[in-house]
């Protein structure tokens, strides 16, 4: 008998351009954060979106060792509402928007909800014997990924979409383009705590399926429940090892030997549609 030539390989794409530092006073690269973006400019305007519109804001990037005792409180009022912060080179933010006085909200296409509304929903169905299919999207740099996901989402009948606080790409109007009409139509959830969430949908009943290259379990034919969290990595990347130790199995997706990978948002597809036919069947 010949061997088989299906092996396992972690799906990767290149990284896109835009690094992705804390909230610690880190400045950025010298490349320019988030392109194609809408920013806005501003203390006074910054903190409106914040206080009234927070799940609008993807990140606020503020001019690094300013000294500024509003922008100090203004970074306090992100963090609480759960919106990633960062400090970069005051030319950066030059870039965006000619006026901004030491502080630019880089905003979404659409509104994230809050964990606390997501959750509440989610545990209703595990009580209510509903079926629900939940997708976390660990670290997708990749705006046209993002898109891509949300949109194999939408089609593969996932209830909601759960994205990091920082170290993902935003809902930027290429994920919007990518998604082809999806991202109105998906609920997407901001944790402010992903390692949290994860631990409480556990806790609800859920079971949660990492998707990996390097796992020995094959997804063909594996028993899904039907409360389902479903965990795709970054490009370029594993599933890190915070979100690993919540799995119940980590499974990975057949491929010929000489292929190289899966795209994040294909594997995700593949894993999503064989989740849904052996429930339909």
């Given at each position: 008998?010949?061997?088989?030539?299906?092996?396992?390989?972690?799906?990767?794409?290149?990284?896109?351009?835009?690094?992705?530092?804390?909230?610690?006073?880190?400045?950025?690269?010298?490349?320019?954060?988030?392109?194609?973006?809408?920013?806005?400019?501003?203390?006074?305007?910054?903190?409106?979106?914040?206080?009234?519109?927070?799940?609008?804001?993807?990140?606020?990037?503020?001019?690094?060792?300013?000294?500024?005792?509003?922008?100090?409180?203004?970074?306090?009022?992100?963090?609480?509402?759960?919106?990633?912060?960062?400090?970069?080179?005051?030319?950066?933010?030059?870039?965006?928007?000619?006026?901004?006085?030491?502080?630019?909200?880089?905003?979404?296409?659409?509104?994230?909800?809050?964990?606390?509304?997501?959750?509440?929903?989610?545990?209703?169905?595990?009580?209510?014997?509903?079926?629900?299919?939940?997708?976390?999207?660990?670290?997708?740099?990749?705006?046209?990924?993002?898109?891509?996901?949300?949109?194999?989402?939408?089609?593969?009948?996932?209830?909601?979409?759960?994205?990091?606080?920082?170290?993902?790409?935003?809902?930027?109007?290429?994920?919007?383009?990518?998604?082809?009409?999806?991202?109105?139509?998906?609920?997407?959830?901001?944790?402010?705590?992903?390692?949290?969430?994860?631990?409480?949908?556990?806790?609800?009943?859920?079971?949660?399926?990492?998707?990996?290259?390097?796992?020995?379990?094959?997804?063909?034919?594996?028993?899904?429940?039907?409360?389902?969290?479903?965990?795709?990595?970054?490009?370029?990347?594993?599933?890190p090892p915070f979100i690993k130790k919540f799995c119940d199995t980590i499974v990975h997706i057949p491929m010929i030997a000489d292929a190289h990978s899966y795209n994040a948002s294909v594997a995700l597809s593949l894993g999503l549609y064989e989740a849904k036919r052996l429930n339909l069947t």
């Amino acid at each position: 008998m010949q061997p088989s030539p299906w092996r396992s390989v972690k799906p990767t794409i290149p990284q896109n351009s835009y690094s992705n530092n804390d909230s610690n006073g880190n400045a950025d690269s010298e490349q320019s954060p988030a392109p194609q973006q809408r920013a806005i400019g501003g203390a006074r305007e910054v903190e409106e979106l914040l206080r009234k519109k927070p799940g609008m804001v993807h990140r606020v990037l503020f001019k690094l060792k300013s000294g500024n005792i509003k922008l100090y409180e203004l970074q306090k009022l992100a963090q609480a509402t759960n919106v990633h912060t960062q400090q970069v080179e005051e030319r950066l933010l030059d870039k965006l928007t000619r006026r901004h006085n030491g502080v630019v909200a880089l905003c979404n296409e659409k509104a994230v909800l809050p964990w606390n509304d997501t959750r509440k929903f989610l545990l209703e169905a595990v009580q209510k014997n509903e079926p629900c299919l939940v997708v976390v999207a660990a670290n997708l740099e990749d705006p046209h990924n993002l898109g891509a996901c949300i949109r194999s989402s939408l089609a593969l009948g996932v209830r909601v979409l759960l994205m990091p606080a920082k170290g993902s790409c935003g809902l930027t109007p290429s994920v919007e383009r990518a998604a082809a009409g999806a991202l109105e139509k998906l609920d997407i959830c901001r944790p402010g705590n992903l390692e949290i969430a994860l631990k409480e949908l556990k806790e609800f009943g859920y079971q949660i399926i990492g998707l990996d290259g390097a796992a020995e379990t094959s997804m063909v034919n594996f028993q899904f429940a039907k409360n389902l969290v479903m965990v795709i990595g970054g490009e370029d990347k594993a599933l890190p090892p915070f979100i690993k130790k919540f799995c119940d199995t980590i499974v990975h997706i057949p491929m010929i030997a000489d292929a190289h990978s899966y795209n994040a948002s294909v594997a995700l597809s593949l894993g999503l549609y064989e989740a849904k036919r052996l429930n339909l069947t």
